[in-house]
């Protein structure tokens, strides 16, 4: 296996062996992440999802909502905006900055939220999985401070598919413990 590191200055064959070495190493963070959503919403009874407990610790459903809205912009960012399609709910419940709230019926269903979420992933996993090198080391598109945090696409995209959700699942393994259903397992 190359230890070549990506970058726009790398030969053509290097950034060829870059970009299957990236896949290799971010594909099995993928599926860790899939199957923990798994664990972590299935216990959660459909008609809790949407409670929060206390003030400032947000549901389930806002979190889930909340990340299956990036599955389209990793599409986007790679050039397959033939897997994006209309979402069934309005974004503007979850974009960044929203505020979740305790609002009986203003969230979707857990279904609906959760079966949203695992198809744009798994749609978004495929784009990448697809993507090329040359595709991967090119400049973020976004503008300000992601842009700075993360300058490519390649690394804009591996934080949305990993270190993203990761973040929101850990404060729903939080809110589990707080609703008294404990660890997911």
């Known amino acids: ?19 299957a070495l990236t896949t290799d190493m971010i594909l099995p ?10 664990q972590l919403v299935n216990t959660i009874p459909a008609d809790i999802f949407a409670k929060m407990p206390m003030p400032d610790l947000n549901s389930p459903a806002f979190y889930i909502g909340h990340l299956s809205t990036y599955g389209d912009r990793v599409c986007t960012m790679l050039g397959r905006n033939d897997l994006v399609t209309p979402m069934p709910y ?22 609906t939220l959760v079966s949203t979420f695992f198809e744009r992933q798994r749609r978004a996993i495929e784009a990448f999985t697809t993507a090329d090198s040359k595709t991967l080391a090119a400049e973020n598109p976004a503008e300000g401070r992601f842009r700075e945090l993360f300058p490519t696409i390649g690394s804009a995209v591996c934080f949305m598919l990993l270190a993203h959700p990761m973040m929101h699942l850990g404060q729903i393994s939080a809110w589990r413990r707080a609703m008294g259903l404990g660890s997911a397992s």
């Open 1 to 19: 296996m190359s230890t070549t590191t990506c970058s726009t200055a790398n030969s053509n064959s290097a950034t060829a062996s870059c970009g």
């Open 29 to 38: 963070g993928t599926a860790l992440t899939l199957r923990y959503t798994e």
């Open 90 to 111: 309005s974004v503007d419940l979850f974009k960044a900055g929203a505020v979740c709230l305790d609002q009986p019926g203003l969230y979707p269903s857990k279904e």
